[in-house]
């Protein structure tokens, strides 16, 4: 069966936010809805019928169970236009461009919109056991006496919410945890790490000022940039900062790590004739992805190293090495992660105790994260990938030519690499 090209034909995203800012009293389908209809109205989509809607968030309520195709149905979209939710923490967003991606190759749908959203400031709470068995009951119970018997039930510690604290529950660690355990393994100074924030933020803000996110990023709920981004920062400022998870001997700060944050990316997919039919330029095609996942409660200093699998097995796949590439964007979780994953596919010894067969190739740091990255804009999880494919699907398509290259890790030890080609 011979598929079909996968092409990047458009994007659209709103101002990411740092937790309890910008977006604070709104929920995902209002960040998602805000997202998608900038993308409808700068590509003309009213009234469409298209293949499908796929995305997520990471966090979502029980009554976001249906997320993606309640929020299509807030738009001018034809409403019979399909949608899915999906998760896989933070490679969420990239996901759905494979899922979309996928259909559309083997010739199931003609367009589709890959998404995610994540609006951490309406974080769900969980509650205790006791509580909730209680609660369950006194809903059953016909009396008010029966109903406040049932809710004298639980302790008075059972009626305190219990927060989101991004724990991995094989380990206990939090992410930030397991990646301060990756420094050390790997001897990634602070110094390297407050480098590459730094670099990250700057890049950023040249961006801006050149207009590159001008038709990227819709103005939404009184915001019109990320409001992560940091143009006054130094290395100096970052160096002051204190250490986040290990208090006494830890490198990684809130200046080298990603915050929690509000914010929605979607993505435009479509197959050729869709894209020729519809008017719109093929900004780059999908030719390549890989999934892996990777062993990290023996080994806690592998939690977001899975993309060193998932690029060994798509290069091969593509007959390419890692320095075949115009651009990489690497998603910044944390500094940490960025340079110790570059540092293993860069290294003979370090490649093959993962089981490769040698390192990848060499990645000239000029070419990466070019317009900046997860830790200057911010990472809200599921949101990120969007973000990633539209700003490397635009720096092709200004190019006119070449090949970009995607790596996206993800808590409970998964990762996901993509190719863009021009």
Not at 264 to 280: D, I, K, P, T, Y
Not at 315 to 327: N, P, V
């Amino acid at each position: 069966m011979e598929t079909k090209k996968v092409a990047i034909v458009g994007y659209s995203r709103i101002p990411f936010a740092r937790i309890n800012t910008a977006y604070a009293d709104l929920d995902n389908q209002e960040l998602l809805e805000a997202s998608l209809t900038g993308l409808i109205n700068k590509y003309h989509l009213q009234g469409k019928l298209l293949g499908e809607v796929a995305g997520g968030a990471v966090i979502k309520h029980i009554s976001e169970s249906n997320l993606i195709r309640e929020t299509v149905l807030n738009t001018s979209l034809d409403p019979a236009t399909p949608a899915c939710d999906l998760q896989q923490a933070c490679d969420t967003g990239i996901e759905a461009a494979v899922y979309i991606g996928n259909k559309i190759a083997l010739g199931q749908i003609e367009s589709g919109i890959a998404c995610g959203v994540e609006a951490m400031s309406n974080i769900p709470f969980e509650s205790a056991p006791r509580l909730r068995k209680a609660l369950l009951k006194a809903n059953k119970e016909k009396s008010i006496f029966g109903k406040l018997k049932q809710l004298l039930t639980p302790k008075l510690k059972d009626w305190m919410p219990i927060p989101y604290k991004g724990q991995e529950p094989q380990t206990g660690l939090v992410m930030g945890g397991h990646t301060e355990i990756t420094a050390k393994y790997y001897q990634i100074s602070r110094e390297e790490q407050d480098q590459l924030a730094l670099r990250s933020h700057q890049n950023m803000a040249k961006a801006y000022d050149e207009g590159f996110f001008d038709d990227m990023v819709i103005p939404a709920f009184g915001l019109d940039k990320d409001n992560n981004l940091r143009r006054d920062t130094s290395i100096e400022k970052l160096s002051q900062i204190k250490p986040a998870f290990d208090k006494e001997n830890g490198t990684l700060t809130a200046g080298n790590s990603t915050p929690f944050t509000d914010g929605a990316s979607a993505v435009l997919m479509a197959s050729e004739e869709w894209a020729h039919a519809n008017g719109l330029p093929i900004l780059a095609y999908v030719t390549f992805s890989e999934v892996a996942g990777i062993e990290y409660v023996e080994n806690k200093q592998n939690l977001l190293l899975a993309p060193v699998f998932a690029a060994d097995r798509m290069l091969r796949k593509a007959g390419m090495s890692l320095e075949d590439f115009d651009y990489y964007e690497i998603h910044e979780a944390f500094a940490a992660q960025v340079l110790a994953t570059i540092k293993i596919w860069e290294n003979d010894d370090l490649a093959k105790k993962f089981g490769l067969e040698k390192a990848l190739g060499k990645i000239d740091r000029n070419k990466l994260n070019v317009k900046g990255g997860s830790l200057a804009a911010a990472h809200p999880f599921a949101a990120t990938g969007g973000r990633i494919i539209a700003t490397l699907a635009k720096l092709l398509h200004e190019k006119g030519s070449g090949k970009g290259f995607i790596s996206i890790c993800a808590a409970r030890g998964q990762g996901v690499t993509m190719i863009l080609e021009k």
